[in-house]
Nanobody
Framework: QLRLVESGGGLVQPGGSLRLSCAASGFALDYYAIGWFRQAPGKEREGVSCMSKSGGDTYYTNSVKGRFTISRDNAENTVYLQMNSLKPEDTAVYYC?????????????????WGQGTQVTVAS
């Protein structure tokens, strides 16, 4: 069965950190570009970050630049999202997704595999 499983979400105070993990089973992530998305209550899902298959290209939405870092460990078949200096507006369900392409796709619908999401809540 091909799937992605996110973990690492939780409740954290403003200014705190979390590291999200996205583990793949049934396929090798090193053949895929990987994206992180989030959806806050009442809002549309938005792209947060993406890393190309090689890891040489990364993308971050403006609101997380300088605070979030995407990385991948192909040996562990896992992608990470390190989130620092968290803000209440970062509260959302976070999803990872994989696309069988070299580079980050320009559109959400191009991602082939999606995880079930992990809740991140930033509150004091």
């Amino acid at each position: 069965q091909l799937r992605l499983v996110e973990s690492g979400g939780g409740l954290v105070q403003p200014g705190g950190s979390l590291r999200l993990s996205c583990a793949a089973s049934g396929f090798a992530l090193d053949y895929y570009a990987i994206g992180w998305f989030r959806q806050a209550p009442g809002k549309e899902r938005e792209g947060v970050s993406c890393m190309s298959k090689s890891g040489g290209d990364t993308y971050y939405t403006n609101s997380v630049k300088g605070r979030f870092t995407i990385s991948r460990d192909n040996a562990e078949n896992t992608v990470y999202l390190q989130m620092n200096s968290l803000k209440p507006e970062d509260t959302a369900v976070y999803y990872c997704a994989a696309d069988y392409e070299d580079y980050c796709p320009g559109a959400e619908y191009k991602y082939e595999y999606w995880g079930q999401g992990t809740q991140v809540t930033v509150a004091s």
